[in-house]
């Protein structure tokens, strides 16, 4: 690792962008967060430059709503905060300002730069290529290189409102095509989860993917191994709850990039029999994308424990062939998986804790004991642990007729249920307590 700034793997090229004024794109102010607004012209009025830039400008241009919305500017990290009491800066790897308004919070960047002629700020490169800090400053014109794909880098200029493109992002934009800035593999170097991002944007925006960007996907995949886990969490947030689940997990495994993340279920998936559990997978994603185009919320639990139910099921398998009883079998294996994903993807423990009792009530939904009827109905996990028996009987499972007992059970009156519990079979080895004789009077 070296502390000197080091060279952009992007050769910047004296390129006059082009311009392209109001009158010629779609991109109206009333489409703007009035927050991102406020930002834009109070540095401006300061005497800064000030673009919205990213993602917020191609949704924009594509015709969709942003979820968020960046700022790019000459003016310091420091110097952002002098101007916003609501500002906050933060990061090391790049240094941003959040100016926050409530719940929205508007990031701002200070333009960077890829060589040692920059006005100041530094950056640290690894000896693998990997950009371990970027901030070194420069001009919009030395900000564009640094920028991953060219339907990122185009720019809305406050002050005239244009948009400025110095790499041909609006012809990619309506060529629907995603294209890399400067040679993709030193790119990807630079930073392997540009290897996820590129699958994920290609399926959010039905994007093909210029060939010499696609080439090096299927072989730069073990770059993500110098990753870490956590940031890796972050992008598989990203990549499985942007509303094109299904589609993102089969361009991740046709690049050979989902066993990165998942290295176990991919294993599972290879030996896969009449389509699962490949099946249970795919329809929980189906499931996710559909929640989220109806605006309803997904919790990541649900789908972690989707993802992997079949190493755990293997697993499970394994111990009680060791001639361990279920129970602990089960225990024993939720643990091993766990164990293992949180080391390669670090899902957080609020996360796995609802993963495990989605998984550990299946089998007291399959059991229906009449004791514990009542208190698992009552289980704040009881609607997700349901959902998932059903997944399991829509894809096969020999869990149907559990699944339309519990349908019943929660549709009809308090006496109805009850004489469900007590035409349930006795447990083996297990006697129904008698019922207390009424007390003569």
Known sequence: MT????ASNVTRLPVEPRVVPRAEHVISRSSISDHALKVLYRLNSAGFKAYLVGGSVR?????????????????????VRELFRNCRLIGRRFRLAHV??????????????GDGEAAGGDRVQHSDGRIVRDNLYGDIDDDVWRRDFTVNALYYNIAD????????????????????????????????????????FAAKLGFRI???????????????EGISSSRLFEETLKLFHGGCALQTFEQLRHYRLFGQLFPEVEDALAEEEDGYPRMLLIRALENTDRRIAEGKPVNPAFLFAAILWAPLQKRRLQYIAQGHAPPLAMQMAEDDVI????ARVAIPRRFTQMTREIWSMQWQLEARRPR?????YLNGRFRAAYDFLLLRAECGEAVAEMGEWWTRYQSVSHDERTAMVAALPQQPGRRRRPQPRPRPD
Request: no cysteine; net charge negative.
């Open 339 to 342: 164990s293992r994903q949180v």
């Open 3 to 6: 502390g000197s700034p080091a």
């Open 161 to 200: 409102f244009s948009v400025v493109d110095y790499v041909g992002g609006m012809a990619d934009i309506e060529a629907a095509r995603l294209r890399f800035i400067g040679d993709p593999v030193a790119r990807y170097r630079e930073d392997p989860v540009r290897l996820l991002r590129a699958v994920r």
């Open 210 to 224: 210029d060939p010499q960007t696609e080439a090096p996907l299927f072989e730069l995949g073990p770059l993500l």
């Open 372 to 376: 514990t009827i009542l208190r698992l």
């Open 59 to 79: 949704d924009l241009l594509l015709g969709r709503e942003p979820k968020d919305f960046d700022v790019a500017t000459d003016a310091r990290p420091e110097q």
């Open 100 to 113: 926050h308004f409530g719940d929205e919070i508007i990031e701002v960047a200070t333009f960077r730069a």
